[in-house]
């Protein structure tokens, strides 16, 4: 022993050496952070911004922020009142899509002042496209909610007295004395049995009982509908296959999910009929996705499996786009508007969402679901909760 010691000198962490910090944190942030001076100009940005502008750091932090955002927009008056103020601001759902940032990009914004900095101000962005989703599904699973009841009712109130109604038309068509007043009747026949197919198919909405579920591959179920379709609606058109061949099995109900997917491939073959070269693709894949709490699990279920229906039709009309899963709203012609209201029941009940992305370039179904896990003995119901 020397007489010095070194107890109370503090130690840099070997781990630490040679790196900025803060810009190691920042990096690690999953959300968008950049900093701006007092002209907006960019001075900073993490990973995370570099994919949020589409851009690297060297290219962003030459650029002011008007040169992303959109002119005018409440992010640039975010900013100057947090420089202001000198106070953390924040709002909710801005719309900040632009030719340089691409279309839909909702975002959270958070803004606060740098005291180090002269007008520096550092702004955090989260995107709420996956939070918008599940807000969207949920209200699709309410709207099914309320054609249950009215299914309820239907079934009491008009197929009854259609039952009687088309047997009077039998009767008078067998006294009908010449081919007018036949095919009159007929007409009564056909009209009341098209009612009656209706109400049957609203009924499957007031079936509110737990499915019955059990580890499915979802591949098996891919090909069982591919086969149908090419042998009936779909003939003529090429379905394209893209699979993740080590996909862990679904747990669900394989009819439902036949159903399903049947009801997706119908409307994309009704899509591209007239194309020149009209094409479906099945594509399945395991990424990282949301959590949902599902009542009866003792923790919160990830949605990691993606499977996609993807057509090269025209697309859906944008003034529709957001309202295709609610009931009777259709863009067909003799549509009813209870195929893809269905489709999202039948997913909610697997605990799982369906989205739809849609182009003049042709529109895509997505379904996450969650995985058959064998150590955990939860049931997938309509009744899903976000989760945080």
Do not use: W
């Amino acid at each position: 022993m020397n007489g010095k010691s070194n107890m109370n000198k503090p130690e840099t962490p070997v781990s630490a050496k040679g790196l900025d910090i803060c810009a190691v944190t920042l990096d690690a942030l999953p959300h968008p952070v950049i900093t701006v001076d007092a002209e907006s100009n960019i001075l900073t940005t993490n990973l995370a911004g570099e994919h949020f502008f589409q851009s690297s750091s060297a290219y962003i932090c030459k650029r002011r922020l008007d040169y992303f955002i959109p002119f005018g927009s409440p992010v640039l008056t975010l900013i100057n009142q947090a420089r202001d103020e000198r106070t953390v601001i924040n709002e909710y759902k801005i719309d900040v899509s632009s030719p340089r940032l691409g279309r839909d990009r909702l975002v959270d914004v958070y803004a606060a002042p740098i005291p180090e900095i002269e007008g520096g101000v550092a702004v955090q962005f989260f995107q709420r496209t996956m939070a918008e989703k599940i807000d969207r599904q949920l209200t699709h699973r309410g709207a099914a909610r309320t054609v249950t009841g009215l299914a309820a009712m239907l079934a009491h109130e008009i197929k009854n007295p259609l039952s009687g109604i088309r047997g009077a038309a039998q009767l008078l068509e067998m006294a009908a004395d010449n081919e007018d007043d036949r095919s009159l009747t007929q007409l009564i026949k056909d009209e009341t049995d098209r009612i009656v197919k209706l109400v049957d198919r609203m009924e499957v909405f007031s079936d509110e009982r737990p499915i019955e579920a059990e580890p499915v591959n979802i591949h098996v179920v891919l090909e069982h509908v591919k086969k149908i379709a090419q042998n009936g609606f779909a003939r003529g058109i090429t379905i394209h296959e893209n699979y993740d061949p080590s996909l862990p099995p679904v747990m669900g109900n394989r009819d439902q999910l036949v159903q399903t997917f049947l009801n997706l491939v119908k409307n994309a073959a009704e899509a591209v009929a007239g194309r020149e070269s009209p094409e479906i693709t099945f594509s399945t894949a395991f990424r990282h996705g949301i959590h949902l709490t599902v009542p009866g699990a003792s923790k919160r279920v990830a949605l990691p499996l993606e499977l996609t229906v993807s057509d090269n039709g025209p697309g859906i009309a944008e003034d529709v786009r957001h309202y295709i899963f609610d009931p009777f709203v259709t863009t067909k012609t003799n549509g009813s508007g209870l195929g893809l209201a269905l489709v999202a029941k039948i997913v909610g009940n697997h605990g799982g969402i369906v989205e739809c992305d849609s182009s003049e370039n042709g529109t895509t179904f997505r379904i996450l679901l969650p995985v058959y896990s064998s150590d955990e003995k939860h049931k997938p119901t309509h009744e899903a909760e976000t989760g945080n």
